[in-house]
C-alpha cells in the first residue's frame, strides 16, 4: 500500500525518505515488510505522497 502510494506520487526512496527526514533503508525495510510503519510515520508518509501529486 505505502509502495504504491509513493509510486503514484512519482517519488523515489531517496527523495521520500528526505521528506520524512529519514534514512533511505528506513523506507526500503518498511516497503520490504522488514520494519513495522508506527501510525504517526504512516500518516506523513500519506501526506507527502498526496502533497507531492497534487503539486
Known amino acids: 500500500m505505502l ?4 509510486r503514484r506520487a512519482g517519488l523515489s526512496q ?7 527526514g529519514k534514512a533511505n533503508s528506513h523506507v526500503t ?3 520490504r515488510g522488514q520494519r513495522r510503519i ?8 500519506r501526506r507527502r505522497s498526496v502533497a507531492t501529486r497534487r503539486s
Do not use: C
Not at 509502495?3 to 509513493?6: D, E, P, S, V
Not at 531517496?14 to 520524512?20: E, N, V
Open 38 to 45: 508506527d501510525l504517526l510515520d504512516s500518516s506523513r508518509w
Open 29 to 31: 525495510r518498511i516497503e
Open 3 to 6: 509502495l504504491h502510494a509513493r
Open 14 to 20: 531517496r527523495a521520500l525518505a528526505q521528506a520524512l
